[in-house]
C-alpha cells in the first residue's frame, strides 16, 4: 500500500504526539518537522527517529513529494504562509483536524477497528472537522452552543431541526466530537440519498442470496456504528417501512439483516435530522408519531442565516479561509463594500450557499481582497421571497423592484457614491440612475465606502 507523505509544522505538545503516532504507522512516511523552537519537545524525538527537522518552514513546504501538510501551530500567518508556498496538489489542514486524526489513528490500532470504519473516519476528516460555524454573538447560536455541551456527554437521542444548509451535520459532528464515544467515528447516512429498499439494507445489512446482487454477506451501518454515534440526515425522507424497523433498533437495541432470521445487538446513539416539519408529516400520515416521540427527547433547532445578521463577518472569514486552503490561493480579507453585499443577501441557501459564494469569489478576486465585482449572487433568490398569493404580472415586478434597488446599491457601492459612474457601471443614464434611487427611497451617503 502507498504511504501517505507528511510534514508536521509546529512540534509543541500536539505535534509531538502526533510524531510519536505516525512514526509507528507504515501507512505515514514523516518527510519533515519543523518548530521555531529548537527545543520543542516534538523535535528531539523527530531527530531521535531519523526525521528530518527544521527552524524555517518556509523551505520544508515545498518540498515536492508531499501528499499533506498538517499545522499545529495555530498561528494564522504561519497558515496563510503556507497556502502560499505549498504546491497546489498538496493538502493542508489545521489544527482541529490535526487532532480528530489523532483520535483516529489511535483507535485504528484497537483490534476492534476494522478497515471500513477507518475509510469512514477518513471520509469524516474530509467532510471538515472544526465547529467555528457556531461562532458570533447571535443569540440563537450561542443557545445551540449550550445546548451541544449540556448534551453531548449523554447517550440522549438528538433531533436537529431546520433549513437545509443550515449545518445540521456539522452540529451532529460537534456533539459526537464532546462525547464519550468520540474514538470511534462518527457514521453518517443522508435518507434521501437511497430509495427505501437500498436504505434497509444500507442501514442493517444483508446476507448472501437475499436478493439480486448478494453475492456475499455485508455489514449495515448500524453494525459498523456500534459503540460510535450515527447521523441519519434528513430522517423525515424515510419510508414509512423503514420507519418501522428503525424505531424496533431503537427501542431493543437489535437489528436484524434483509434476509437473516437472527438478531444482533448493537449499541449506536442515533442523531437525526431534518428540514421538514414532522408534525405535519404525522397528520399527514407519512411520519410515525411514536418514532417522532422516540427521536425527539432533545431537540436543537438552527436559525436560518438571514436571522444571523451579526454573524456574518466572521462567518464570511472562516469561508475565506476555507476557501484560501482549498484552492491554495492568498486572498486575506473581504472589502468592506463587498461585506456589505453580503449583508444585504437573504441567503436561501444559508451557510453552504456562503460558503459556495465565498469560495466563487475567491476564485475570480485578481488581488488578496474579495470586491464586489468578485462576487456572483443569483438574482432568482429573490423569486423564493414572494407570496404564492401574487398573480403572476405582480410577482413579476415585485422580482424586478427587488431587483432594481440591490443592483443600485451594488453600483453605488462599488463607485464609491458617485453617482455618475454608477450610473455608466449600470449602462443607463445619470438621470434614469438617479430617479431609479428616488423610487426606490436609496441615499448614497448611507452606503459603505470603498478602502
Known amino acids: 500500500m502507498t504511504s501517505i507523505r507528511l510534514v508536521i509544522i509546529g512540534a509543541g505538545q500536539g505535534g509531538k504526539s ?25 523535535i528531539s524525538i523527530a531527530r531521535k527517529n531519523g526525521v528530518p527537522t527544521t527552524q524555517d518552514f518556509t523551505e520544508l513546504v515545498k518540498l515536492p513529494r508531499i501528499d499533506l501538510i498538517i499545522d499545529v501551530t495555530g498561528d494564522k500567518e504561519v497558515f496563510h504562509r503556507i497556502v502560499q508556498l505549498k504546491r497546489q496538489d498538496t493538502e493542508l489542514i489545521g489544527g482541529a483536524a490535526a487532532r480528530f486524526i489523532k483520535e483516529v489513528i489511535e483507535t485504528r490500532k484497537q483490534s476492534r477497528f476494522s478497515e471500513v470504519q477507518y475509510q469512514l473516519a477518513m471520509r469524516a476528516v474530509g467532510s471538515g472537522t472544526d465547529d467555528e460555524f457556531i461562532i458570533g454573538s447571535n443569540p440563537q447560536m450561542l443557545v445551540v452552543r ?7 456527554p449523554t447517550p440522549t437521542t438528538v433531533l436537529i431541526t431546520g433549513e437545509s444548509g443550515t449545518g445540521k451535520e456539522l452540529v451532529a459532528r460537534s456533539i459526537h466530537r464532546q462525547s464519550s464515544r468520540v474514538n470511534l467515528p462518527l457514521v453518517t447516512l443522508n435518507c434521501t440519498a437511497l430509495p427505501s429498499t437500498l436504505l434497509e439494507s444500507e442501514l442493517f445489512g444483508y446476507k448472501k442470496g437475499s436478493f439480486t446482487g448478494a453475492h456475499k454477506d455485508t455489514q449495515g451501518l448500524f453494525e459498523r456504528a456500534h459503540g460510535s454515534t450515527m447521523f441519519l440526515d434528513e430522517i423525515g425522507d424515510m419510508s414509512l417501512e423503514t420507519q418501522a424497523k428503525l424505531l424496533r433498533t431503537l427501542q431493543t437495541g437489535e437489528i436484524r439483516a434483509v434476509g437473516d432470521h437472527n438478531s444482533k445487538h448493537v449499541d449506536v446513539r442515533i442523531i ?4 421538514r416539519e414532522l408534525v405535519k408529516l404525522i397528520r399527514e400520515r407519512r411520519f410515525r408519531e411514536d418514532l417522532f416521540y422516540r427521536i425527539n427527547t432533545f ?10 445578521t451579526e454573524d456574518l463577518p466572521q462567518l464570511a472569514e472562516y469561508f475565506l479561509k476555507r476557501a484560501c486552503a482549498r484552492i491554495n490561493k492568498n486572498v486575506g480579507r473581504i472589502s468592506p463594500s463587498a461585506m456589505s453585499l453580503l449583508g444585504q443577501y437573504h441567503w436561501t441557501g ?7 459564494v465565498i469560495e466563487s469569489a475567491v476564485i475570480m478576486a485578481s488581488s488578496t481582497v474579495i470586491e464586489p465585482e468578485n462576487i456572483s449572487l443569483p438574482i432568482d433568490n429573490s423569486l423564493n421571497q414572494i407570496s404564492q398569493d401574487l398573480n403572476f404580472m405582480d410577482a413579476k415586478a415585485k422580482a424586478v423592484e427587488k431587483f432594481e434597488r440591490q443592483a443600485l446599491k451594488r453600483y453605488l457601492v462599488e463607485s464609491q457614491g458617485n453617482i455618475s459612474k454608477a450610473a455608466n457601471l449600470a449602462g443607463i443614464p445619470r438621470r434614469t440612475f438617479h430617479r431609479l434611487m428616488g423610487k426606490h427611497e436609496i441615499t448614497k451617503d448611507n452606503l459603505p465606502q470603498r478602502r
Open 299 to 308: 431537540t436543537i433547532n438552527l436559525p436560518p442565516l438571514r436571522e444571523r
Open 272 to 275: 437525526a435530522a431534518t428540514n
Open 350 to 356: 444559508n451557510l453552504r450557499e456562503m460558503q459556495n
Open 146 to 152: 449550550d445546548l451541544i455541551q449540556k448534551v453531548a
Open 18 to 42: 502526533l510524531i510519536e503516532l505516525f512514526q509507528r504507522d507504515s501507512a505515514v512516511e514523516l518527510l519533515g518537522v519543523a518548530d521555531c523552537d529548537a527545543k520543542a519537545p516534538g
